[in-house]
């Protein structure tokens, strides 16, 4: 049994991630590739538990590094047991954000030091990173425009233009470091065409 592989969906608040997860999610079982999507902060009992802590505004004022650190948390659970037992089982793993978002959330957003990040990255994952990364990227107006419709803002969504906008720059520095794994999909442009984007990065991989 071959190891499955390992995809993430990046970009910041509105740009269509949980859209087009749901699209590929579609598209692999009509290929008969058996697969888990996921999602984080979360994708377990305490990963969720977690996340609704972090997104919460109720909770008491979250420190940077106690924010980081629960991001990690949430993580080191998924990876023991959703992401690391899916792919050994030859399973593909489509998940909806990982650790190319605290990058920039934590890292840009938040002005983390990203040897923190990384020294948090090996502990937490050892040798494990995604086989493949779709960057949606639009305009953090348009963004923010798509996701406010929905109402309620959460503790993240609340945060100013300029924190997304740091938030955007450090994920557009991770294509530029990591080119051969993080793949750009303009997500500024009618659906259909965000998704025939994706399609084309992601069908070499099938064949
Ligand atoms: N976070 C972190 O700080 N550090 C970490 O390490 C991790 C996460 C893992 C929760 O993420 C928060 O956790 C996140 C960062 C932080 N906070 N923020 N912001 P989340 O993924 O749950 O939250 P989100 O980014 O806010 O996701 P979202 O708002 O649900 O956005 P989305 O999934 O990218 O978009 P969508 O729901 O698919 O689409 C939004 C709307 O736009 C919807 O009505 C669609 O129909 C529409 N849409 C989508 N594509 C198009 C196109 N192409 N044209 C027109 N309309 C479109």
Redesign the pocket.
């Known amino acids: 049994m071959s190891r499955g592989k390992f995809i993430t969906?990046e970009?910041?608040?509105?740009?269509?991630?949980?859209?087009?997860?749901?699209f590929v999610e579609n598209y692999f079982q009509a290929r008969k590739i058996s697969l888990v999507v996921t999602?984080?902060?979360?994708g377990t009992p305490l990963a969720e538990k977690l996340?609704t802590l972090?997104?919460s505004k109720k909770s008491e004022a979250i420190s940077e590094e106690a924010?980081l650190l629960l991001?990690?948390a949430?993580?080191a659970q998924h990876i023991k047991h959703v992401i690391e037992p899916a792919l050994a089982r030859g399973d593909w793993v489509i998940c909806?954000?990982?650790?190319d978002?605290?990058y920039?959330?934590?890292g840009g957003?938040r002005n983390m030091k990203i040897s923190t990040i990384e020294g948090l990255e090996n502990l937490v994952q050892g040798n494990l990173r995604p086989d493949l990364t779709l960057l949606?990227d639009?305009p953090v107006k348009i963004?923010m425009e798509?996701?406010g419709?929905?109402g309620a803002f959460?503790?993240?969504?609340s945060?100013t233009v300029q924190f997304?906008e740091n938030?955007r720059r450090a994920y557009l520095l991770q294509v530029e470091l990591h080119p051969q794994r993080i793949k750009l999909i303009k997500?500024?442009?009618?659906?259909a065409?965000?998704q025939q984007a994706i399609i084309n990065v992601l069908s070499p991989l099938l064949r």
């Open positions: 969906f970009g910041g608040e509105g740009v269509g991630k949980t859209t087009n997860v749901a999602r984080e902060p979360g996340r972090l997104l924010e991001m990690f949430a993580r909806d954000r990982f650790t978002a605290t920039a959330y934590q957003g949606l639009a963004g798509r996701a419709k929905r959460d503790r993240f969504e945060e997304f938030v997500a500024n442009q009618p659906l065409d965000v």
